[in-house]
């Protein structure tokens, strides 16, 4: 019996399951490396806006949470700013998330409020040095922020709630608890159902009969979160040993149980890879801000490896189907998308521990421009170049590795559970 292994075609999406897990070995790899190099390791970022929503105090004092900044020096002078910003983000004064996104003043195809790198508190940022990974951040400041993103998941006045209970199992697997060390602290019972074939149950997305559109959503944010618990159960620290090491109950907790949970990171892998492969449509392609080129020829060949790997799933997302028809209608649920998308990205302001608003604003602006890329349509339906900030590509790579690497944890999650079951 297999845990977190889900099988069949992904729900909203145009791939199955198995598809993803044959092409993330080689995907995983390529873009692992690609990361690393010297234009996708460095993030320029303002850790210092404020949050536009409410009083943010619940500043993280953990280690764990503090980012190493670089200096300039540091940044190879080709990726130095050198040019004032093309887009620049007015954060709204006092507004309540949800509410109408007036005094945006970015670029009518953007999906985020993006940072302007030329502000003086934008910091430069080796990712390679401050991974994504457990920080004890938690409690009622990391709450809100979670609860804020999903109300941003309401579109006029209804939104999409996860199932109160796990659930109940689509017929392969049984997590058994008390496999686990500790598992009496949970307080459970051993053999709680739930699992993941399970994702033949019920959709995630509440009683409502919602369009793919509202779904779609729903799926990126809850994908994003998944994700994100999973980098934390992942590199999880052991508070008493110090040790970084892998953590299954954590994992069992916040995803096993959940399965919903797992699709949903399976939906972002497939949208994000199909934006990756629309970065090689000569036609509809993409240019970098003058100024942003990459210049060093490994990495175009490894860009373009990576770019390959992602077209050899002919249909992982038709985004075709999103926003279609030329009707009043869609193209206003078109800006409204955007607009809630870009409120979830000022929420990223919010999130009061360093670490994780450096990722979180990461992975956030990685699915916005994304979404950037699969909708450049205007409204006569045409498609236009898009036009990328550098932050911007390095934000799309890296938020797909992340996801990447969490399906590559979840392996790791699976024979953990399995190795457990031999010993019982
Ligand atoms: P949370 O993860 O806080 O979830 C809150 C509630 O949301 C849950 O009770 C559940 O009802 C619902 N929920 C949970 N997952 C999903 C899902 N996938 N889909 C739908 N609903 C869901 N902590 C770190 O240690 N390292 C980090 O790098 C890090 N980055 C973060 C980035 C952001 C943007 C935010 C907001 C928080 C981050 N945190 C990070 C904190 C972390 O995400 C959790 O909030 C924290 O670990 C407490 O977890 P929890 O079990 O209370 O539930």
Same mark, same amino acid.
């Given at each position: 019996?297999?845990?977190?292994?889900?099988?069949?075609?992904?729900?909203?999406?145009?791939?199955?399951?198995?598809?993803?897990?044959?092409?993330?070995?080689?995907?995983?790899?390529?873009?692992?490396?690609?990361?690393?190099?010297?234009?996708?390791?460095?993030?320029?970022?303002?850790?210092?806006?404020?949050?536009?929503?409410?009083?943010?105090?619940?500043?993280?004092?953990?280690?764990?949470?503090?980012?190493?900044?670089?200096?300039?020096?540091?940044?190879?002078?080709?990726?130095?700013?050198?040019?004032?910003?093309?887009?620049?983000?007015?954060?709204?004064?006092?507004?309540?998330?949800?509410?109408?996104?007036?005094?945006?003043?970015?670029?009518?195809?953007?999906?985020?409020?993006?940072?302007?790198?030329?502000?003086?508190?934008?910091?430069?940022?080796?990712?390679?040095?401050?991974?994504?990974?457990?920080?004890?951040?938690?409690?009622?400041?990391?709450?809100?922020?979670?609860?804020?993103?999903?109300?941003?998941?309401?579109?006029?006045?209804?939104?999409? $709630?996860?199932?109160? +209970?796990? %659930? /109940?199992?689509? @017929?392969?697997?049984?997590?058994?608890? &008390? *496999?686990? =060390? !500790?598992?009496?602290?949970?307080?459970?019972?051993?053999?709680?159902?739930?699992?993941?074939?399970?994702?033949?149950?019920?959709?995630?997305?509440?009683?409502?009969?919602?369009?793919?559109?509202?779904?779609?959503?729903?799926?990126?944010?809850?994908?994003?979160?998944?994700?994100?618990?999973?980098?934390?159960?992942?590199?999880?620290?052991?508070?008493?040993?110090?040790?970084?090491?892998?953590?299954?109950?954590?994992?069992?907790?916040?995803?096993?149980?959940?399965?919903?949970?797992?699709?949903?990171?399976?939906?972002?892998? $497939?949208?994000?890879? +199909?934006? %990756? /492969?629309?970065? @090689?449509?000569?036609?509809?392609?993409? &240019? *970098?801000? =003058? !100024?942003?080129?990459?210049?060093?020829?490994?990495?175009?060949?490894?860009?373009?490896?990576?770019?390959?790997?992602?077209?050899?799933?002919?249909?992982?997302?038709?985004?075709?189907?999103?926003?279609?028809?030329?009707?009043?209608?869609?193209?206003?649920?078109?800006?409204?998308?955007?607009?809630?998308?870009?409120?979830?990205?000022?929420?990223?302001?919010?999130?009061?521990?360093?670490?994780?608003?450096?990722?979180?604003?990461?992975?956030?602006?990685?699915?916005?421009?994304?979404?950037?890329?699969?909708?450049?349509?205007?409204?006569?339906?045409? +498609?236009?170049?898009?036009?990328?900030?550098?932050?911007?590509?390095?934000?799309?790579?890296?938020?797909?590795?992340?996801?990447?690497?969490?399906?590559?944890?979840?392996?790791?999650?699976?024979?953990?559970?399995?190795?457990?079951?031999?010993?019982?």
């Amino acid at each position: 019996e297999d845990i977190c292994k889900p099988t069949g075609k992904i729900e909203d999406a145009s791939c199955d399951f198995e598809t993803v897990e044959t092409i993330n070995s080689q995907f995983f790899r390529r873009i692992d490396d690609l990361r690393k190099t010297d234009f996708f390791r460095y993030y320029k970022v303002d850790l210092f806006k404020e949050c536009p929503y409410w009083n943010e105090n619940g500043l993280c004092m953990n280690r764990a949470c503090s980012v190493e900044t670089s200096d300039e020096s540091e940044i190879p002078e080709e990726f130095r700013s050198k040019r004032l910003s093309s887009v620049t983000t007015a954060a709204p004064s006092e507004v309540t998330p949800g509410s109408s996104d007036t005094s945006c003043s970015c670029s009518s195809t953007e999906f985020c409020h993006l940072d302007d790198e030329n502000s003086s508190d934008a910091v430069y940022v080796d990712l390679l040095k401050n991974p994504e990974r457990f920080t004890g951040y938690a409690g009622p400041s990391a709450n809100r922020v979670w609860k804020s993103i999903y109300e941003e998941n309401c579109f006029e006045g209804v939104k999409f $709630v996860e199932p109160a +209970r796990p %659930l /109940s199992s689509g @017929g392969s697997g049984f997590i058994d608890k &008390s *496999l686990l =060390s !500790g598992s009496s602290a949970l307080g459970g019972p051993a053999g709680l159902s739930s699992l993941m074939a399970s994702l033949q149950a019920p959709s995630d997305s509440g009683e409502n009969e919602q369009c793919l559109e509202k779904r779609v959503f729903y799926r990126l944010i809850s994908g994003l979160h998944a994700s994100i618990s999973i980098h934390i159960c992942h590199e999880f620290l052991d508070q008493k040993t110090g040790q970084w090491s892998p953590n299954l109950e954590c994992f069992i907790t916040r995803i096993a149980e959940h399965p919903e949970r797992l699709q949903n990171v399976y939906f972002d892998y $497939v949208l994000l890879m +199909r934006a %990756l /492969s629309r970065l @090689g449509d000569s036609t509809e392609g993409f &240019s *970098l801000d =003058s !100024g942003d080129r990459i210049t060093d020829r490994q990495t175009i060949e490894q860009l373009d490896r990576v770019i390959h790997n992602a077209r050899e799933c002919p249909s992982t997302f038709d985004e075709a189907q999103m926003f279609s028809g030329q009707t009043r209608e869609s193209f206003e649920l078109k800006q409204q998308f955007r607009q809630h998308f870009r409120n979830v990205s000022s929420i990223m302001d919010c999130v009061g521990c360093d670490k994780c608003r450096l990722w979180g604003k990461l992975q956030v602006n990685g699915i916005g421009t994304a979404l950037k890329l699969l909708f450049n349509g205007n409204e006569a339906g045409e +498609r236009k170049p898009v036009r990328l900030q550098r932050s911007e590509l390095v934000s799309l790579v890296n938020a797909a590795h992340r996801v990447a690497e969490s399906l590559r944890a979840v392996e790791t999650f699976r024979e953990m559970y399995q190795e457990q079951r031999k010993l019982a």
